[in-house]
C-alpha cells in the first residue's frame, strides 16, 4: 500500500499493491501489481495514521483542551478530535518520574480500528513531546507499552 499526498492539490492517492509486490522484479511488474489508483479530495493538513501523530506532537497544546487531526485511512478522510488531560507526574519503574499528560483520540476512526476500545499515549509536557507509555483496552485485555529508551532530564 501506498499513499501519496499533494497537499498543493488536497488530494492523497491511494495504492494497493499485488501480493508479491515485496519482490520487486521489475518497473514493469511494479506498474502492472498497481490495483485501481484512488485519487481522493482531502482537508488541508491531512496527514495518514502514522504521521498524524507526529503531527499532533508539534501542536501548541493545553490541558483539557480537542484538538483536531484530519486522518487519511483505508481511501477515507477521518476526522480526529485528539483530546488533552491534567498533566501530572508519572512514575516509571527504573526511568523515573516524568511530568506526562494522557492524550486520547475520539473518532469513529478509532471504532473502526479497535472496535470501541480505548488507546491513550501519555507524552512529556516538555517541548519534545516524547512518548512514554502506550495503553490500549485490546479484546485479549489491557495493553501497555513503555518506551524503552526513555532518560530523565
Do not use: C
Not at 501519496?4 to 499485488?18: I, L, R, S, V
Not at 495518514?48 to 493545553?62: M, N, Q
Amino acid at each position: 500500500m501506498t499513499i501519496d499526498f499533494d497537499h498543493g492539490k488536497n488530494e492523497a492517492k491511494y495504492k494497493m499493491w499485488g501480493s508479491m509486490a515485496f519482490i520487486n522484479l521489475s518497473p514493469q511488474r511494479e506498474k502492472l501489481e498497481a490495483v485501481n489508483p484512488v485519487t481522493t479530495s482531502i482537508p488541508n493538513g491531512t496527514q495518514d495514521l502514522f504521521s498524524s501523530f507526529y503531527y499532533f506532537r508539534a501542536l501548541e497544546i493545553e490541558e483539557g483542551q480537542s484538538y483536531p487531526v484530519n486522518i487519511y485511512y483505508n481511501k477515507r478522510n477521518w476526522p480526529v478530535k485528539m483530546k488533552v488531560d491534567k498533566p501530572f507526574l508519572r512514575e516509571i519503574r527504573k526511568r523515573g518520574v516524568f511530568a506526562v499528560v494522557r492524550v486520547f483520540p475520539v473518532s469513529e476512526l478509532n471504532d473502526y480500528i479497535l472496535g470501541k476500545r480505548n488507546f491513550s499515549v501519555y507524552l512529556t509536557v516538555d517541548s519534545r513531546r516524547t512518548p512514554l507509555e502506550f495503553r490500549l483496552n485490546s479484546a485479549m485485555g489491557p495493553i501497555r507499552g513503555i518506551i524503552q529508551g526513555l532518560a530523565q532530564n
